[in-house]
């Protein structure tokens, strides 16, 4: 069975935003709409000065608060887990987005509808990898099977991230590692 998800490794994204940028030029979306979102992550979590980042996207969540809140049927989960929004049901009503912990789904004011990351599923189908994945210059974002790889070095959340017992997302992360501080003697 195949279960997919993204990764994020944050030991290695350096905040340059090209995922997001692929993303918005491979969809070509409104400039107020980012499927995917880079956050900077508290340095005080991490016991020493640094610059620390995620990507973020869909979860594709196990139970996805979106799909369940929508009254006009306008998403489905394939059996692959992706979490796929279909527009030309959408009625606009945002009812995903107040249903959504991590305030994914985005409102798009010139259509008049909702819309959200779909892990470039039609890509996958293709043999792709997402736009995200793919414009990542620091390798920071893969796409995983969860029921195949070893998932011991991740995690399911990071700081600041909403309770996940809510609806289980599938996202895992790779927290930053502290490197050595070097220092020149004067």
Known sequence: MVKKAFVVKSDRCAGCHACEMACKNEYQLEPAIRWRKV??????????????????????????????????????????GIVVHHKERCIGCKMCMLACPYKVPAFNEKTKKVEKCHMCAAKQDNGEMPACVAGCPMEALAIVNLEEVNLDKTRSSLPGFPDISITKPTTRFIKPTLGIQVRRDQ
Do not use: I, V
């Open 39 to 80: 956050y900077p992550l508290p340095e005080s979590e991490f016991g020493m000065p640094g610059r620390y980042f995620a990507s973020l996207a869909c979860n594709h969540c196990e139970d996805p608060a979106c799909l369940n809140a929508c009254p006009a049927k306008a998403y489905t989960k394939r059996k692959d």
